[in-house]
């Protein structure tokens, strides 16, 4: 079950010639795409680019991470995720696409795991209201930190850790679990000292792409996910993008694509998905593609800005707010529709008031049959208006063609990084703020950041 990637609506025989690329443009950027390409694969699986090889180098984690799943299965009420970034929107949209919609509210039975959540922020009210439905005691918190050190996970860890104590005792530690880097940060020092069950999150695997890690693997098979069949769907997408020719790779052809697009001042990167299991893959897909490919870069002295804005959008809901935007506004956007070939349930619309004509016709319809013609309606009204769109289809929704989608769009990141000759592995204006942070609440070692913050223009 191979995703497929239709560009058709990105070229000029579809979109016309004021808006549209020929193949002429693509191949015009041979010389740009075979140094990218050398450039990927030679960096493939080491460096930042670590997590190329997930798909193929887990088997042992896997094995650990099955077992632990099996035991957290068998006597949690919940699993938290406390993380973010990188470290929180992989889980959550992966759960979000595999298991059923209202997962939380099964019957016991029927989920055969833990409730699960992903605490992603330290609104204070959010935090209070998780402890209102959630028993302690009763549940795994996954402390999630790449660097350990990241002020809004740590924060919730402190919280939990204290509750632990003070709810279980000397057992806590049996509650949480740590996935982190093998030596850097605070987490892995404390887990070693505590005794916590650990995951590692290899050096040159960055936040953002760290879903096919522990980071995904272990919260996904606690919620009964199949992981084994998520990397082989992988691993599978990512032979399809070793090729070089950029019309046999679909990672490359978006890439370019894309690339060709921001050239001409396209900024805008839009992805709507068609189905409500894939909407928190566009959350997921905004933060690997602004995080990655936002920066700033100095071309002989001179500042280039590089990147587009992600925007998120669910078919068919935003077709009743955002799409006037795209279809009429600014030529500046990039659609990118997330189809699905088959929906795994379907409902049929019931022949009733056949007397009112302008209704009576979706009567023995399906849904899938509905919202499978608003998706064509809304490519076709985008593409009348000239506007760049492409379409990415998952036959079926599984933990196969879930794992291609992961490693298609990472890989696409990485390569449009390439071809704009940036570091797309950094993240300089996180670190900023997160150093501010550090400074505003009094960390050590952040006293001159303190100072830099005291002479700030004051509002
Ligand atoms: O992609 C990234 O690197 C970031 O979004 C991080 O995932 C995020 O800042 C959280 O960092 P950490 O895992 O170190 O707590």
Not at 14 to 40: C, N, P, V, Y
Request: proline letters at 4%.
């Amino acid at each position: 079950m191979k995703i497929q990637v239709d560009f058709n609506h990105m070229m000029t025989e579809f979109i016309g010639e004021e808006e549209g690329f020929t193949r002429e443009h693509i191949e015009a950027l041979a010389g740009k795409i075979k140094d990218s390409h050398q450039r990927m694969l030679k960096k493939s699986g080491s460096g930042w680019l670590e997590w190329r090889k997930l798909p193929m180098n887990q088997e042992e984690v896997v094995t650990k991470i099955v077992r632990t799943a099996e035991e957290i299965r068998s006597r949690a009420e919940a699993f938290v995720v406390l993380g973010i970034g990188g470290s929180a929107l992989g889980p959550l949209a992966v759960q979000t696409a595999l298991n059923h919609l209202h997962y939380n509210e099964l019957p016991t039975e029927r989920r055969g795991g833990p409730r699960f959540y992903v605490l992603d922020n330290v609104d204070p009210e959010r935090v209070a209201a998780l402890f209102d439905i959630i028993d302690p005691a009763k549940t795994i918190f996954n402390v999630i930190s790449k660097s350990g050190s990241t002020s809004e996970t740590m924060a919730q860890f402190m919280i939990v850790f204290n509750l632990l104590r003070e709810k279980i005792g000397s057992d806590y530690a049996k509650n949480i679990i740590a996935t982190t880097d093998a030596e850097k940060g605070n987490l892995v020092k404390m887990a070693r000292e505590e005794g916590y069950t650990t995951f590692t999150i290899p050096a040159g695997v960055g936040g953002r792409f760290s879903e096919l890690s522990p980071v995904g693997l272990l919260p996904a098979a606690v919620c009964g996910i199949d992981i084994r069949e998520l990397l082989a769907g992988a691993a599978y997408m990512d032979k399809l993008c070793q090729q070089e020719d950029v019309f046999r790779n679909p990672a490359y052809m978006l890439g370019v694509l894309q690339y060709l697009a921001m050239r001409r001042g396209k900024n805008i990167s839009v992805m709507m998905p068609y189905t409500d299991a894939l909407k928190y893959f566009a959350d997921w897909y905004a933060q690997l593609w602004a995080e990655s490919l936002g920066k700033r870069t100095d071309n002989n002295g001179e500042d280039v800005f590089a990147g587009q804005t992600p925007v998120k959008a669910l078919g068919t809901t935003d077709q009743h707010s955002q799409v006037q935007l795209y279809v009429e506004g600014p030529f500046d956007k990039v659609v990118t529709f997330l189809g699905v070939g088959c929906y795994r349930q379907e409902v049929t619309i019931p022949k009733v008031f056949e007397d009112l004509a302008g209704i009576a016709f979706l009567g023995g319809h399906t849904l899938g049959q509905l919202i499978k013609a608003e998706q064509l309606a809304t490519e076709y009204a985008l593409m009348k208006a000239q506007r760049l769109n492409f379409t990415v289809t998952l036959p079926e929704i599984n933990a196969f063609t879930v794992g291609q989608l992961i490693q298609l769009l990472e890989i696409q990141t990485a390569f449009v990084g390439e071809l704009l000759d940036i570091n797309a592995f950094d993240q300089p204006g996180v670190e900023e703020g997160k150093n501010a942070t550090y400074a505003l609440l009094g960390r050590p070692g952040y006293e001159s950041k303190k100072q830099e913050l005291e002479t700030r223009p004051l509002k």
